[in-house]
């Protein structure tokens, strides 16, 4: 009779698994410290740093809202404006990304030039080193192109294929099967139908996770809105903005941590509606017969 060997873990999985468990705890805490502290007195969140409120003071949300705004000229711009620029500065510049590398990953995997692996090489070189001092150049051509301080501009230059993600769609394209577009060939398709209406749905599940993931890193950016855009002042620069506004209002910690949670509210809300997408695994579909 055969005695079945145990399967133990190796030592280092176990290792990892225990880190990546402790730091998702820390986050965890870090977390609802935040939320717990943001309903706290001002006084007390002195002498009670780490404990629960003793007295739960929502005002602070009231002083954060009300505190909110962006100078701009000689206006203020609130809270719901920032919310439609956030929304059309990271929407716009995650679809043009996402569809840049798309496009990208597609030629130059399924069309054999020589140059190809010119342009794949040169994304890794870019990729590892630095561009450190283009800033002011990029700022000179886009005053000179009447594209500063412009949305356009904004999706205009996040048009660029120089990213990780460029990788994974090529990947992607590279593993489909050449019989997928033989067919349309066949039958009278170009290469943008057959990248539309065939590999482009192929790859939707992949499309979708790319475009969430460059929107929550637009959406926390606040230093492209700060230099390149100041006429439409994002939700993340309110958000700096606020952090170093001192008033009576705003100074005390407990009201910056309300406007910091407030920030937060819609990425978590957009986190829990594409969890599984964000979570999940990447699968392709089949062509059926």
């Known amino acids: 009779m055969k005695v079945k060997k145990k399967k133990h873990l190796p030592l280092l999985f176990g290792v990892l698994l225990a880190g990546m468990i402790l730091y998702a705890l820390i986050l965890g805490y870090m977390l609802f410290w935040g939320v717990t502290s943001s309903f706290k007195g001002r006084l007390e969140f002195a002498d009670n740093i780490l404990g629960l409120p003793r007295a739960w003071v929502f005002e602070n949300y009231y002083y954060a809202l009300r505190n909110f705004v962006s100078p701009v000229g000689m206006r203020n711009v609130y809270l719901d404006e920032m919310l439609l620029y956030s929304l059309l500065y990271a929407g716009g510049c995650a679809f043009v990304s996402t569809a840049c590398c798309c496009m990208m990953g597609y030629a130059t995997s399924k069309f054999k030039y ?71 060939k066949i039958d009278g398709a170009g290469n943008w139908r057959i990248f539309l209406s065939i590999m482009l749905p192929l790859v939707k ?24 855009m100041k006429s439409y002042p994002t939700i993340a620069l309110g958000l700096y903005y606020f952090r170093f506004r001192q008033t009576p209002d705003t100074s005390p910690r407990p009201v910056q941590l309300a406007g910091a949670i407030m920030v937060f509210i819609p990425i978590l809300l957009l986190f829990i509606a594409f969890r599984k997408k964000l979570m999940g695994n990447i699968s392709l579909g089949g062509l059926k017969e």
């Open 114 to 184: 020589k140059l190809n692996t010119v342009i794949y090489g040169f994304v890794l070189i870019a990729m590892i080193l630095p561009l450190v001092g283009s800033l002011p150049s990029q700022i000179v051509v886009f005053r000179t192109l009447n594209l500063y301080d412009t949305m356009i501009g904004m999706w205009v230059a996040k048009f660029n294929f120089i990213s990780v993600y460029f990788m994974v769609f090529h990947a992607i394209f590279k593993g489909l099967p050449v019989s997928y577009s033989e067919a349309a």
């Open 205 to 228: 599940v992949t499309f979708v996770t790319v475009f969430l993931l460059f929107f929550v890193s637009y959406w926390n950016d606040y230093s492209t809105p700060l230099l390149m």
